[in-house]
Structures are given as C-alpha cells and as structure tokens.
C-alpha cells in the first residue's frame, strides 16, 4: 500500500512563498510519476504540476506556470513544490498524488486526476491580500 503525506502548508500573504512536501512509501513495485493537485472552496480540483520521476521531467498548469517549481527532494521519496508569488486565488486545499503505472501519459493527462492510483489527505495553503 503507498502512503503520501503532504506537509508545508499554512498561511502567508500575497507575495509571498511556501514549500510544500510529499513524502511517499511504496512498499509494493515503483512510483512513476508525482503530481499536485489543488481544490479551492466551491472548485473543482485542479492539477497543478507533476513531475516523471524517471527522467526529472516537470510540467505545470498555465496557472502556476513560472511561479512553482515541482522537483524531488534531496532524500529519498520526496518531491516538493516550490511555490513563489503566491497570490489569493492559490488558496486551496493541496494534495499530492502518486502513479505506480509506468505506462507514458502526456503533458495534459499528468495533470488528469484519473491517472493517480494513490493521494494523501492534503495541506491547506492560505494567501491573504
């Protein structure tokens, strides 16, 4: 069963920054790709960012485009999400998600909700103006 936990959330103002965290555990076959996903209040959720972990290779949302940046951590089953500027529409409920299916899905379909087998439980991120 692969756990995801989700830390690095909380409160700051317009502007400003947070690191979120995901730590994963596989205790069964491999992780192929990692993803962030977000849901505001009333919305739908979103994919922001994900990252191949096979090739280090990310892709993002127009949304978050030039202001986050997904990457792995330096230990081991840990990928972050830098985020910069942050402003009062990134405020959401922020949630990691794993694929353990190595087959190749694009740009658009690693956004998708639908091709992650596993999530955690979320960290609230708040920007207030």
């Known amino acids: 069963q692969v756990q995801l936990v989700e830390s690095g959330g909380g409160s700051v103002q317009a502007g400003g920054s947070l690191r979120l965290s995901c730590s994963y555990s596989?205790?069964?076959?491999?992780?192929?790709?990692v993803a962030w996903f977000r849901q505001a209040a009333g919305r739908e959720r979103e994919g922001i960012a994900a990252?191949?972990?096979?090739?280090?290779?990310?892709h993002y949302a127009e949304s978050v485009q030039g202001r986050f940046t997904i990457s792995k951590g330096d230990a081991q089953n840990v990928v972050l999400l830098q985020m910069e500027s942050l402003k009062s529409e990134d405020t959401a409920m922020y949630y990691c998600?794993?694929?353990?299916?190595?087959?190749?899905?694009?740009?658009?379909?690693?956004?998708?909700?639908?091709?992650?087998?596993?999530w955690g439980q979320g960290t609230q991120v708040t920007v207030s103006s």
């Open positions: 998600a794993a694929r353990g299916q190595p087959t190749y899905i694009t740009g658009s379909q690693k956004l998708n909700e639908k091709e992650y087998q596993y």
């Open positions: 596989a205790n069964i076959g491999r992780i192929w790709y």
């Open positions: 990252i191949t972990l096979s090739i280090n290779s990310a």
